[in-house]
């Protein structure tokens, strides 16, 4: 029995038809990556599996957990599903995350809603699973917002909220290719990839005038007071930096 079963898929909104028999399957511990190109629908088909899908939609086929059908689930039933069973890292995190709540609280949030335990406890679990990723709480504390955090840092929020109550499947909207680049095996995916692989020879450019030059650039970033009385802290995001176009 595969963890996911996805048969013959189908999904509409309004009069667009966006997906066709879509059909694959992903078994307990196996990385399985969907290829194509913009617009294609990779990010729907992802959504259908979470059955986050946007008003007007309309779907065909069978979506499988293990033996349960989700899309005859009751919304009530779908909400205990997401982040317990099934986890989502989205792909823009600036989108997924609030901006005026802490990333403490945002992780913590996704603990609380299904666990029956304190804010503390959920708090301490957060701070855990941000550490899991690559922001532990000494320099990242989970008093910080999501605009002071760089690009790649908010996305790793995003993975804690995600992974932070171990959900059996982990679906992530737009990785990184590194594992596909190893393993490509359908022939779509093989057309993809020779059609990128062209090189373009640019023509010399004429000397010319420097249009912007940098030189020794830092920049330091007001970090939140540890103690009700004590100074606030720095953290240096640019070290001396220096270039020129």
């Given at each position: 029995?595969?963890?996911?079963?996805?048969?013959?898929?189908?999904?509409?909104?309004?009069?667009?038809?966006?997906?066709?028999?879509?059909?694959?399957?992903?078994?307990?511990?196996?990385?399985?990556?969907i290829t194509g190109e913009s617009g294609s629908g990779k990010s729907m088909t992802a959504l259908a599996a979470m059955?986050?899908?946007?008003?007007?939609?309309?779907?065909?086929?069978?979506?499988?957990?293990?033996?349960?059908?989700?899309?005859?689930?009751?919304?009530?039933?779908?909400?205990?599903?997401?982040?317990?069973?099934?986890?989502?890292?989205?792909?823009?995190?600036?989108?997924?995350?609030?901006?005026?709540?802490?990333?403490?609280?945002?992780?913590?949030?996704?603990?609380?809603?299904?666990?029956?335990?304190?804010?503390?406890?959920?708090?301490?679990?957060?701070?855990?699973?941000?550490?899991?990723?690559?922001?532990?709480?000494?320099?990242?504390?989970?008093?910080?917002?999501?605009?002071?955090?760089?690009?790649?840092?908010?996305?790793?929020?995003?993975?804690?909220?995600?992974?932070?109550?171990?959900?059996?499947?982990?679906?992530?909207?737009?990785?990184?290719?590194?594992?596909?680049?190893?393993?490509?095996?359908?022939?779509?995916?093989?057309?993809?990839?020779?059609?990128?692989?062209?090189?373009?020879?640019?023509?010399?450019?004429?000397?010319?005038?420097?249009?912007?030059?940098?030189?020794?650039?830092?920049?330091?970033?007001?970090?939140?007071?540890?103690?009700?009385?004590?100074?606030?802290?720095?953290?240096?995001?640019?070290?001396?930096?220096?270039?020129?176009?």
């Amino acid at each position: 029995m595969s963890l996911l079963s996805v048969q013959n898929l189908s999904l509409s909104i309004h009069s667009f038809d966006i997906l066709h028999d879509v059909t694959f399957t992903v078994d307990t511990g196996e990385i399985v990556a969907i290829t194509g190109e913009s617009g294609s629908g990779k990010s729907m088909t992802a959504l259908a599996a979470m059955q986050l899908l946007p008003q007007g939609a309309r779907t065909k086929g069978r979506i499988l957990l293990g033996d349960d059908d989700i899309t005859t689930w009751s919304e009530s039933a779908l909400c205990d599903l997401r982040g317990n069973d099934i986890g989502m890292v989205f792909q823009e995190p600036m989108t997924a995350l609030n901006p005026v709540k802490t990333i403490g609280d945002q992780v913590a949030e996704t603990i609380l809603i299904h666990e029956r335990t304190s804010k503390a406890a959920a708090h301490k679990r957060a701070a855990e699973t941000l550490e899991r990723v690559g922001l532990p709480n000494a320099r990242f504390p989970l008093s910080r917002f999501p605009h002071e955090l760089s690009g790649g840092q908010r996305q790793r929020v995003v993975i804690a909220m995600a992974i932070a109550l171990r959900p059996r499947l982990l679906i992530a909207d737009e990785p990184t290719t590194a594992d596909l680049l190893r393993g490509m095996q359908h022939p779509y995916t093989k057309m993809l990839f020779a059609a990128s692989a062209h090189e373009v020879t640019l023509p010399d450019t004429p000397a010319t005038d420097t249009l912007l030059e940098v030189k020794g650039v830092s920049r330091d970033y007001r970090t939140p007071r540890q103690t009700l009385f004590g100074k606030p802290g720095t953290f240096r995001a640019v070290n001396n930096v220096s270039f020129s176009l």
